[in-house]
Each structure stands twice: as structure tokens, then as C-alpha cells.
């Protein structure tokens, strides 16, 4: 079975340039999150979604971060415009089950890494 | 919400001897404790995980226990390898409620040889 799936890989751009992390979770899994992780540090809950809706967006910064999860299979997270210190790995998650039934137990993705010049 | 301090932020230890991580919380209503592994470059890992029905969970070299009177949980790895150089994360939450997962801030392993 395929894990947690994430493109891409590596990304390096200018700043004010926008970016989009793609991410496709375990089938069948229907809580699906987006993750920060800076250097050295945990990581930290940007968006989580339950089927494609969005029940915890509180720590994404909404004026130039967006996410989507159309369908409630494959999710994007976007970033416009990109700022120096948005440079991190972009972590993609999913989970079984969802509210009640979410049995915590995380699956996690490669990440992608950004770069902000 | 959930709060969780991760302790030592980094260890070496020797081939063969034991490592031990100690993480606290704060939410006494987590009941969910899992420890990630994450190996440089690479992702998060579960390795072990336990939840707040038992106090102690072992598999092989690794085992995790938890109190809860004084919310805090460890994890100890046993007769370490160099393949245990990695991060560790700790994290809480209650399962089956609208919180999400809360991670430590890691402890950087190091078993040298």
C-alpha cells in the first residue's frame, strides 16, 4: 500500500513568488493535515481537514497561506505571496477515521522542503 | 490547548547503553501518547505509541510509560544502535476529539559507535 504522497520533493524560489505543495493521503484515510516543521523544531498544525472539510485552520495565516481539499482525497496548500521566512518543510499527514472515530495515529509524508530566496 | 515540553533536546550515548526521553503535559484529558522517529531527511515515523488505559507499553528494544497522576510519559530505547541516531518526538492528544496532535520539540539521538 502506498503511504502518504507529496510533490514536490524540493522547491526553491524568490520571494513574493507564490508556491503549491501537492498531497495525496493514504486511501481511505479521511483527516487529512497540513504540518510545518522548521529546522530542529516539531512539528506544527497549519490546517486539518475531515473529508474536504476544513475543521481546524487557526494557526494558517490566512492573508497569504490557502489550502483545499476539493473532493476530500488529494489536498494543495498554497503559499502567495512567499516570504523569506516561510522557508520549512511542508508536511502532509493523514489519519483514519474522523472526529470521534480519529484514531491519532498520524501517517506522514516525504515533505516538501522550500526554500524562500 | 494542549502543551508539551520534550527533554533532553539532545543525547549521546554509547553503542549498547540505554537512552531515555521524557516528555510532560499539560491537557489532562490527552490520552493519546505516540513517539514519532525522524531520521534526517526523512519523515516522521510512529514507533511506539500508548494510551492512557495502561501505564507501560513495550515492543523489543523500545518501551513507553506513562503517568498519569503527573502527566508525563517517556520512552526508552535499550542496548542502542547506531540506526537509532535519529529525532524523537514526543505528542498528545484526545483521541476522538476536535484537537489536534501536539508535538514536542524533539530530542536529537546520537549512539556512537
Known amino acids: 500500500e502506498a503511504g502518504v504522497v507529496q510533490s514536490p520533493r524540493y522547491k526553491i524560489i524568490e520571494k513574493k513568488q507564490p508556491v503549491a505543495f501537492w498531497c495525496n493521503p493514504i486511501?481511505?484515510?479521511?483527516?487529512l493535515y497540513w504540518y510545518l516543521q522548521n529546522l530542529g523544531q516539531g512539528p506544527e498544525l497549519l490546517i486539518r481537514?475531515?473529508?474536504?472539510?476544513?475543521?481546524?485552520d487557526s494557526q494558517l495565516p490566512k492573508d497569504r497561506f490557502s489550502a483545499e481539499r476539493l473532493k476530500g482525497v488529494d489536498s494543495t496548500l498554497k503559499i502567495q505571496p512567499a516570504e523569506l521566512g516561510d522557508s520549512a518543510v511542508y508536511l502532509c499527514?493523514?489519519?483514519?477515521?474522523?472526529?470521534?472515530?480519529?484514531?491519532?495515529?498520524?501517517?506522514f509524508g516525504e515533505g516538501s522542503r522550500l526554500t524562500v530566496l | 490547548g494542549e502543551n508539551v515540553e520534550q527533554h533532553p533536546s539532545t543525547l549521546s550515548v554509547q553503542e549498547g547503553d540505554s537512552a531515555v526521553i521524557k516528555c510532560t503535559y499539560s491537557?489532562?484529558?490527552?490520552?493519546?501518547f505516540p513517539w514519532y522517529k525522524q531520521e534526517l531527511g526523512k519523515r516522521p515515523q510512529l514507533i511506539i505509541d500508548i494510551r492512557s488505559n495502561v501505564g507501560e507499553k513495550k515492543d523489543q528494544r523500545i518501551a513507553v510509560t506513562l503517568n498519569k497522576t503527573a502527566k508525563h510519559f517517556s520512552l526508552h530505547i535499550t542496548e542502542t544502535q547506531p540506526e537509532d541516531s535519529a529525532v524523537y518526538f514526543c505528542?498528545?492528544?484526545?483521541?476522538?476529539?476536535?484537537?489536534?496532535?501536539?508535538f514536542g520539540s524533539g530530542t536529537q539521538l546520537t549512539v556512537l559507535p
Open positions: 499527514a493523514s489519519s483514519l477515521g474522523s472526529g470521534r472515530a480519529n484514531t491519532g495515529e498520524l501517517f
Open positions: 491537557d489532562s484529558a490527552s490520552n493519546y
Open positions: 505528542a498528545a492528544v484526545r483521541s476522538g476529539s476536535a484537537r489536534q496532535l501536539t
Open positions: 481537514y475531515e473529508n474536504e472539510e476544513a475543521v481546524d
Open positions: 486511501s481511505g484515510h479521511n483527516t
